[in-house]
């Protein structure tokens, strides 16, 4: 059985950072791609960064690029998400998603198939 295990979430003043962390345990899953998404209060769920392992191409979104950055070892199934210049906008539950699906080699990272999710971690940015 594949799970992902976020952690790192927090209360943090605006301007502040955090670390947010992503393991995916299941003895034979290969991932394709791992991303970042968050949900804020009264929100849909949006996008925030990405990975694709093959080529090593990273996707951001608008809202996130140059503060944030993704990184990860791939052999380990892990990810992480560097929170720089936090901002009281910020605010969400974070999840960390996995794709499993060998098509993602060549996917954008931000389309990839996630079909494997985390149960979040709240991110609090006070101003």
């Known amino acids: 059985q594949v799970q992902l295990v976020e952690s790192g979430g927090g209360l943090v003043e605006a301007g502040g950072s955090l670390r947010l962390s992503c393991a995916v345990s299941?003895?034979?899953?290969?991932?394709?791609?791992m991303a970042w998404f968050r949900q804020a209060p009264g929100k849909e769920r949006e996008f925030v960064a990405a990975?694709?392992?093959?080529?090593?191409?990273?996707d951001y979104a608008d809202s996130v690029q140059g503060r944030f950055t993704i990184s990860g070892d791939n052999a380990k199934n892990t990810v992480y998400l560097q929170m720089n210049s936090l901002k009281p906008e910020d605010t969400a539950v974070y999840y960390c998603?996995?794709?499993?699906?060998?098509?993602?080699?060549?996917?954008?990272?931000?389309?990839?198939?996630?079909?494997?999710w985390g149960q979040g971690t709240q991110v609090t940015v006070s101003s």
């Open positions: 990975i694709r392992w093959s080529g090593g191409r990273i």
């Open positions: 299941g003895p034979t899953f290969r991932s394709y791609a």
């Open positions: 998603a996995a794709s499993g699906d060998r098509r993602d080699r060549v996917s954008v990272p931000r389309f990839a198939r996630y079909n494997y």
